[in-house]
């Protein structure tokens, strides 16, 4: 179960940040974008509270953090038109791999 409210929290980060994009773009929906920011961050940090009860301080928010990272770039290249190079790619990757390494290192709480 904690693993569901950590990438819970994760998932609600990204919504949240993708909607701060969003909502800055401007348009007609730019203040129920501000509007789904605030709830989808709240609701974000009260999940990632809970995960911190099951996980080391470091991991839980290098997981969340470094997840959260990934995903909102893969979102960036394929709704926004953000560059994608070799050196994007492989930084991703090795962030990847220190959020595994961390996760098997075998410190928990």
Known sequence: MK???LFSSIVCE????TFLKLA???GKHA?????AV????????ALLGVAMKHFSLGTVY????G????LLALIGVMFFNDE????KVVSFVLVIAGIVGLNLSGISH
């Open 3 to 5: 693993w569901f409210w």
């Open 14 to 17: 990204v919504i949240g940040t």
């Open 24 to 26: 800055f773009e401007g």
């Open 31 to 35: 203040a129920w974008f501000g509007v």
């Open 38 to 45: 605030v709830v989808f961050y709240l609701a974000c940090f």
């Open 62 to 65: 290098a997981t969340w953090s």
């Open 67 to 70: 997840v959260g990272v990934c």
């Open 84 to 87: 994608v190079n070799a050196l």
